[in-house]
C-alpha cells in the first residue's frame, strides 16, 4: 500500500505544478509575445501581470455556461473532456529528473517508469485528436467542422515525421524508455561537449531529426505556423468556435499541456534530459545560483526606480525570494536533488520560448502549404535520415 | 458475493474474446449503415486478435503478438482502400444504406 | 489487482462493444470502438504484450479509427434508417447469435484446463525485442510482403479517390 500512496501524492503534486505551471506558460506567452510586439502586456494585475493567471481563471469559471442549441449534446460535452485527457495523461510517464531520496522514501521522478515510455507517449497523444475532430463535428457549425476536418488531417500527416524523428534516437540509443534514454545521455565528449543526442552519432543528422520534430511538433500541438485549425482569419475560432467558459478553457489547457509535453519529450530524447549543459568542474552547479541572484538583483534594480507605486514594495519581495532560491541551490544536500530538476525545467522553458519565439515571428502556412511540405518534403527528409541513421547503426 | 480471484483464468479472456466477436457478428448482420458493417468487421479483427495474444502468453511464445501485428497491418491497408470505396460510393449515390446499393440485382 | 484490472477492463471492452451495435449514428459506434480497442491495449499490457499494446493505440485507435471519424464527419450521413426485415430474421437473429456465443464459451470452458491462471508479469517475451526480433528472422518473408500490400493498398486508395466514376 505504500506504493499506491506514494503514487497518490506524487499524481497529486504533478498535478498541481503542471496546472499552475499551464496557466503561468500562458502568462509568459502573452508577456514575450506582447514584448516582441513592442507591448508590455498583462500589467495591471500584480506586479508584471504575475497573477493575470488566476484572474483569467476566475473569470473563466464563473462565466456563463452556455450550451448552443443546435448542437450534438453528448459529443459536444465530451469533447473538451477527450481534449483534456488525452493532453494530461502522457505527463505521466515523463521523468522530471534524477531518483530522489527523503528519509526512507526512495522514488523517481516520475509516475510510471514504463520500458515502453515513448511507444506510449506517441499513442496516447495519437489519440489527442478525437477532442478535436468531435468537437468540430458536434458543434454543427461549418467553420467548426472545417477546423476539425483540417486538424484530423494535419495531425495524421505530421505524426508520421514525428514518428520518424523519434525513431533516430532511440536506433543511436538502443531503449524505449525514457529514463535510460536520458541516462545514456551522460557524461561529455573531450571533457566539454555534452553527450546529449543531437551532438552524438553521426553527426548532422540527429540534429536534422531534432528540427524535424520540432517541426513536426508545432503542426501537433497546432501551433503558428501551423495553426490553420484555428485560423481565425477564415475560420471564426476553429473548432472551438462554438464554445465558450470552462470548455473552452479546456481546449486551451490541452493545447497549452500539449506544448508543455512535447517540449518535455523534446529535451529528454534529443537534449539530454537533466543532465547540466557542461561539466560540473567548470562551476555548472553555480548556474542556477547565478541566475536567480541575476534575477534578485534586476528586481531590487527595478525598485529603485519604481514605475508604479506598488512597485517599491512587491519588487523587493520577488528579489528576496529570488535570493533565497539562489541559497538553496547553494546547500549540497538540496542542491543534488534539484539540480537534475533545475536543468530539466530550463531546457524545457527555452524549448517553449522558441514556440512563443516563432509565434510573434512567423505568419500562417496556407493549407495546401501545409500539406505539401508535411508530405513532399518533411516525410521523405525524414525517412532518408532515419535511413542514414539506421545504415550507420548497422555499419557500426 | 465471492471473492474476487487472486489472478484471472485463462478461459476469461477468450470468453471476452468470444463475446466481442459475436458483437461483432452481430453488428455485421444487423446494422445497415455501410461504416458501421466496416467497424463491425474491425470489431472481430480486435476479438481474435485478443486471443492471439491470450494463447501467446500460454504458450509463452511471441508468435501470437507477431499474427496480431499482421492482422492491425491488414487492417489497416483495409481501412484505407474500403474507406476510399465508400467515399466513392457515397460520391456516386449519396447513400450509405447497404440496402439500397442494389443496382447489381436483378 | 490483477482480477480487479481485468474485470475494469472487460467491462469497459464489453460495454462499448455493445454500444458500437446498438447505437444508431455512425459516429456514436466509431467512438465505442475506440473504447474497446483503447480496453483491449490495457488488456495486453496485462497479458504482457507491450508492443502490441502500444501498436494498438498508435495504428488501430490512433490511425486506423481516426481514419474512420474523419471520413464520417466527412460524409456527414446521419442517424442511420431501419429498413424493412424479414419477419424470422427479426426474431430469430439474436437468439441464434447467443446459441453461437454460448457455444463458444462453453467450448471454451471445456478445453482450457483448470488452474491454467494469467498472472501479470510472467509472460515477459512481448518487449519491443522480442517482437522485432521474430518479425526480422522469422517472419522477415511475411513482413515484406505486407510491405508490399501496404503500398498497393495506398495506390489503390488514391486512384478510388481520385477518379471520377460516370
Not at chain 1, 514605475?307 to 520577488?318: G, H, I, M, N, Y
Not at chain 3, 439474436?94 to 446459441?99: G, N, R, S
Amino acid at each position: 500500500m505504500n506504493f499506491l500512496l506514494l503514487t497518490v501524492i506524487k499524481a497529486a503534486l504533478v498535478a498541481f505544478i503542471l496546472l499552475t505551471a499551464l496557466a503561468y506558460v500562458q502568462w509568459l506567452e502573452r508577456k514575450v509575445l506582447a514584448h516582441i510586439q513592442l507591448r508590455v502586456g498583462p500589467r495591471r494585475v500584480g506586479p508584471h501581470g504575475l497573477l493575470q493567471p488566476l484572474a483569467d481563471v476566475v473569470k473563466l469559471i464563473t462565466k456563463e455556461d452556455m450550451i448552443p442549441s443546435h448542437v450534438n449534446k453528448v459529443f459536444y460535452l465530451l469533447a473538451p473532456f477527450l481534449a483534456v485527457m488525452f493532453a494530461l495523461i502522457p505527463i505521466a510517464v515523463i521523468p522530471f529528473g534524477t531518483d530522489i531520496t527523503i528519509g526512507p522514501i526512495h522514488t523517481n521522478m516520475e509516475l510510471a517508469d514504463l520500458n515502453i515510455g515513448v511507444l506510449f507517449i506517441l499513442g496516447i497523444t495519437g489519440m489527442g485528436v478525437y477532442g478535436v475532430a468531435l468537437s468540430g463535428w458536434a458543434s454543427n457549425n461549418k467553420y467548426a467542422l472545417l477546423g476539425g476536418l483540417r486538424s484530423s488531417a494535419q495531425m495524421i500527416s505530421y505524426e508520421l515525421p514525428m514518428a520518424m524523428a523519434i525513431a533516430t534516437p532511440l536506433l543511436v540509443l538502443n531503449t524505449l524508455s525514457f529514463r535510460q534514454l536520458v541516462n545514456s545521455q551522460d557524461g561529455f565528449i573531450l571533457g566539454f561537449i555534452p553527450r546529449w543526442t543531437i551532438f552524438q552519432g553521426p553527426f548532422p543528422f540527429l540534429i536534422v531529426a531534432f528540427i524535424i520534430f520540432m517541426i513536426a511538433a508545432f503542426a501537433e500541438t497546432n501551433r503558428i505556423p501551423f495553426d490553420l485549425p484555428e485560423a481565425e482569419n477564415e475560420l471564426v475560432a476553429g473548432f472551438h468556435t462554438e464554445y465558450g467558459s470552462m470548455k473552452f478553457a479546456a481546449f486551451f489547457m490541452a493545447e497549452y499541456c500539449n506544448m508543455i509535453t512535447v517540449c518535455c519529450v523534446a529535451t529528454l530524447l534529443f537534449l539530454g534530459g537533466w543532465h547540466p549543459i557542461f561539466p560540473a568542474e567548470y562551476g555548472s552547479r553555480f548556474i542556477p545560483s547565478l541566475i536567480f541572484v541575476g534575477a534578485a538583483a534586476i528586481c531590487f534594480m527595478h525598485a529603485a526606480n519604481p514605475s508604479r507605486r506598488l512597485d517599491k514594495f512587491t519588487l523587493p519581495v520577488v528579489g528576496v525570494v529570488a535570493l533565497g532560491i539562489a541559497g538553496i541551490f547553494m546547500v549540497p544536500i538540496l542542491a543534488t536533488a534539484l539540480l537534475p530538476i533545475f536543468w530539466f525545467s530550463a531546457k524545457v522553458i527555452v524549448i517553449l520560448f522558441v514556440y512563443i519565439w516563432v509565434r510573434g515571428t512567423l505568419p500562417r502556412f496556407r493549407y495546401d502549404q501545409l500539406m505539401r511540405f508535411a508530405w513532399t518534403f518533411l516525410f521523405p527528409i525524414a525517412i532518408i535520415n532515419l535511413f542514414l541513421v539506421g545504415l550507420w547503426v548497422a555499419l557500426t | 458475493m465471492p471473492a474476487l480471484p487472486a489472478a484471472v483464468p485463462l478461459s476469461w479472456y477468450l470468453t471476452l474474446s468470444a463475446f466481442l466477436f459475436v458483437l461483432g457478428v452481430a453488428g455485421f448482420l444487423f446494422r445497415r449503415n455501410i461504416i458501421t458493417v466496416f467497424m463491425s468487421i474491425e470489431l472481430m479483427l480486435n476479438a481474435v486478435n485478443l486471443t492471439f495474444i491470450t494463447f501467446s502468453y500460454k504458450l509463452q511464445q511471441v508468435d501470437g503478438h507477431i499474427f496480431s501485428f499482421f492482422v492491425m497491418v491488414v487492417a489497416a491497408a483495409e481501412a484505407a482502400v474500403g474507406l476510399a470505396i465508400i467515399l466513392t460510393v457515397f460520391k456516386n449515390r449519396q447513400t450509405l444504406e447497404i440496402d439500397e446499393l442494389d443496382s447489381l440485382k436483378n | 489487482m490483477d482480477a480487479l484490472l481485468f474485470m475494469i477492463f472487460a467491462a469497459i471492452a464489453a460495454v462499448c462493444g455493445i454500444n458500437l451495435v446498438i447505437q444508431k449514428h455512425a459516429i456514436s459506434s466509431a467512438l465505442s470502438l475506440v473504447g474497446v480497442m483503447a480496453a483491449l491495449a490495457a488488456l495486453y499490457l496485462l497479458l504482457g504484450g507491450e508492443f502490441i499494446a502500444a501498436a494498438q493505440l498508435v495504428v488501430y485507435a490512433g490511425a486506423i479509427m481516426v481514419l474512420f471519424v474523419f471520413v464520417i464527419m466527412l460524409l456527414n450521413a446521419g442517424v442511420e434508417r431501419t429498413t424493412r426485415r424479414r419477419p424470422w430474421a427479426q426474431y430469430a437473429g439474436v437468439p441464434l447469435l447467443l446459441v453461437l456465443f454460448g457455444t463458444v464459451a462453453l467450448l471454451v470452458q471445456e478445453i482450457s484446463p483448470a488452474g491454467d491462471n494469467v498472472i501479470f508479469g510472467e509472460f515477459t517475451k512481448g518487449t519491443p525485442l522480442d517482437v522485432g526480433r521474430a518479425l526480422f528472422t522469422t517472419y522477415l518473408l511475411p513482413f515484406e510482403v505486407t510491405s508490399v500490400l501496404i503500398l498497393i493498398a495506398i495506390l489503390g486508395a488514391i486512384v478510388l479517390a481520385r477518379k471520377e466514376i460516370d
